[in-house]
């Protein structure tokens, strides 16, 4: 996974207290490549985290689909200690750290990452999507099950029919149908994408079910 030529990440540090970990996501917001600038794209990773003993262990599970048939290609799970309490808005300083390690367990580099959580739909604009993107140099959306930061209207019955979802006179997200007559899931851009492409590639990656099969399959490896 290389990162892309011209991003500066200041600090992949993780012993920070609430408060330099809140300076430093306001810091690193500012490197998010809000473009698309996807390429490609013939693997695509869902990674999700779950916590074990009580919350002391944190355990990243990473599913590889291929693309487009959304075959699974390959898994990989990590565990490590929690390294950080459970602060809202801070959640990608507990998560991040063991998403990273099982990424580096694939064998093949997706092309693209689906996370379970926000990416720009958060306070600061600095979501899990975004931290794991930008450390990692690859194209990341945030696909969350639950509204963090925002409103948003009506959102259409329709089939991958969706609504902005605003914060602060900012669209950081779309609120995005993808099964008629069931809740919507919030889509937002993770790293090297925009919005339009996000929710496309959300769809793509969904079939029958609320959540893209990369989610599906990630959320049974954190689950365990």
């Known amino acids: 996974m290389g990162r892309e030529p011209g991003t500066q990440v200041t ?45 002391n262990i944190a355990r990243a599970g990473v599913a590889l689909l291929a693309y487009p048939g ?12 929690t390294r950080f309490p459970y602060v809202p808005g801070l959640l990608s300083f507990r998560e991040t750290p063991v998403v990273l390690a099982a990424l580096e367990k694939l064998q093949t580099p997706p092309d ?28 990341s959306i945030g696909v969350g099950k639950t509204l963090l930061v925002g409103e948003h209207g009506p959102v259409p019955q329709g089939r991958g029919e969706w609504a902005a979802l605003v914060h602060k006179q900012e669209t ?3 609120v995005l149908r993808t099964r008629p ?12 994408i925009d919005l339009e492409a996000a929710v496309q590639w959300v769809m793509n990656c ?11 399959h990630a959320h049974r490896l954190a689950s365990g």
């Open 11 to 55: 600090a992949n540090a993780w012993d920070l207290t609430p408060k330099q970990a809140i300076a430093l996501q306001k810091d690193l917001a500012g490197q998010v490549i809000r473009e698309d600038d996807v390429g490609p794209v013939r693997f695509i990773a869902g990674v999700d985290v779950g916590f074990e003993d009580q919350g």
């Open 70 to 81: 959304l075959e699974l290609l390959e898994s990989a799970i990590a565990r490590e200690p």
């Open 112 to 139: 693209l990452l689906l996370v379970d959580g926000h990416g720009l739909a958060h306070p600061r604009r600095f979501g899990i999507a975004c931290h794991l993107g930008l450390l990692s140099g690859l194209p």
């Open 172 to 174: 950081i997200g779309a």
């Open 181 to 192: 007559g069931v809740k919507p899931i919030y889509v937002s851009i993770g790293h090297r």
């Open 206 to 216: 969904t079939t029958r079910y609320k959540l893209p099969e990369t989610t599906r």
